[in-house]
């Protein structure tokens, strides 16, 4: 049996990034991790995975983190993950993770995330597909998490995370 994962899906401009620190600081024994820990400027051992040009590496950079994650996990220690919106057959029972498994998804409106992108200099492609990835988010995930407050909105997650996480 695996310790429990929380998986906190969002978009490109979500917030995922700005939110870890303030997820660290209160996690208190709950390992937190974000999928984008292990990339330096967006690659991996100079592999871009963060570009979109690069989603035929994506499944191999997924299947790291499943490795990653399932040794965390079957040494008993719960685990919150940061990732990117999956494709929808993950949300469901049985896909890729062992269970106990609970998707949640980390929000913005949608005109905060376009001033997000746009300061970022990310062209208009990238854009329209982040906006699609959040919509899909919206649209499949059991839970929603938004705000703008990184303290207040890290405590909702965590104590979201610890409902079925076990005591030490």
Same mark, same amino acid.
């Given at each position: 049996m695996h310790a429990?994962?929380?998986?906190? +899906? &969002?978009? *490109?401009?979500?917030?995922?990034?700005?939110?870890?620190?303030?997820?660290l600081a209160a996690a208190d024994g709950l390992v937190v991790m974000d999928?984008?820990?292990?990339?330096?400027?967006?690659?991996?051992?100079?592999?871009?995975?963060?570009d979109p040009a690069a989603a035929p590496v994506w499944p191999a950079y997924d299947?790291?983190?499943?490795?990653?994650?399932?040794?965390?996990?079957? +040494? &008993?220690? *719960?685990v919150l993950l940061l990732c990117p919106v999956p494709d929808p057959e993950e949300f469901a029972p049985g896909g890729r993770w062992a269970a106990p498994v609970r998707w949640a998804l980390l929000d913005c409106p949608d005109e905060v995330r376009l001033h997000r992108l746009k300061e970022r200099g990310v062209p208009q492609e990238w854009i329209e597909e982040a906006m699609a990835d959040a919509a899909q988010g919206r649209a499949l +995930?059991?839970?929603?998490?938004?705000?703008?407050?990184?303290?207040?909105?890290a405590v909702r997650i965590l104590a979201w995370a610890r409902e079925d996480a076990p005591s030490h």
């Open positions: 429990s994962l929380h998986l906190l +899906a &969002g978009a *490109p401009a979500a917030g995922k990034t700005t939110l870890l620190p303030h997820l999928m984008d820990e292990l990339l330096e400027d967006g690659a991996l051992l100079g592999v871009p995975i963060a299947r790291m983190w499943e490795r990653i994650v399932t040794m965390v996990r079957r +040494a &008993g220690h *719960p +995930a059991p839970k929603v998490f938004a705000g703008d407050g990184a303290d207040e909105l």
